[in-house]
């Protein structure tokens, strides 16, 4: 909800940023400047909004495609972080990108197909992992110095194989979990997991 009562959501399938609508399925606000059309194609596959100061501030998307479920040849890494107010990418390369959060001063992401959490350096454009995640992340809220991210197991079909995911978890002779992992943000320790 922003600063005016309104509520902002990501309509994944249009690839824009929406209200609802009394006449219509919803009200668009926002699009990338690269999508050229509001279709229901998930061209792009916005996925994530961050807030700031009771504003859409930045959205996650997994591939700069305008074409008719384009955002699958960029899973690897063609991810991106979008500034809403300005429209330009501040951050590019990501795999899966999720959940982008503004917390105490810093832009938190979820890099989902790396299983990577941390935060995105607006000063350089890159990417800061805080911490490994041992599953597909979705999902990600704070209370205080702690984040909580959610973790699902990666189905097991085109869209989740041939990450960076299953060759960490692979290294780290881990298998992928469900659940809730909280994490230190000071230390990027994970103290406690459901």
């Known amino acids: 909800v922003d600063r005016n009562g309104q509520l902002v959501f990501v309509n994944t399938l249009f690839g824009c940023l929406a209200s609802i609508s009394e006449t219509h399925s919803f009200k668009p ?7 050229s059309k509001l279709a229901a194609e998930d061209r792009c596959h916005l996925n994530g909004l961050a807030m700031k100061d009771g504003l859409p501030a930045y ?6 495609a305008d074409v008719a479920d384009g955002w699958r040849d960029h899973r690897a890494g063609g991810g991106i972080v979008i500034d809403v107010q300005t429209n330009n990418i501040v951050c590019r390369g990501l795999s899966m990108p999720h959940s982008p959060r503004w917390h105490n001063g810093k832009l938190w ?3 989902s197909g790396t299983g990577d959490f941390g935060h995105v350096d ?7 992992p805080l911490c ?24 097991h079909n085109k869209t989740f194989s041939g990450l960076d995911l299953d060759e960490k978890l ?15 943000l000071r230390t990027g320790d994970v103290v406690h997991w459901l």
Do not use: H
Request: proline share 6%.
């Open 29 to 35: 606000l926002w699009r990338p400047s690269f999508i």
């Open 59 to 64: 959205v996650t998307a997994v591939g700069e």
């Open 109 to 111: 992401v979820l890099n």
């Open 122 to 128: 607006l000063d350089t454009g890159k990417f800061i």
């Open 132 to 155: 490994f995640c041992p599953g597909y992340m979705r999902g990600l809220s704070f209370q205080g110095d702690f984040a909580l991210v959610g973790l699902s197991k990666p189905r």
């Open 170 to 184: 692979k290294s780290r002779n881990a298998e992928p979990r469900c659940g809730v992992m909280v994490i230190d």
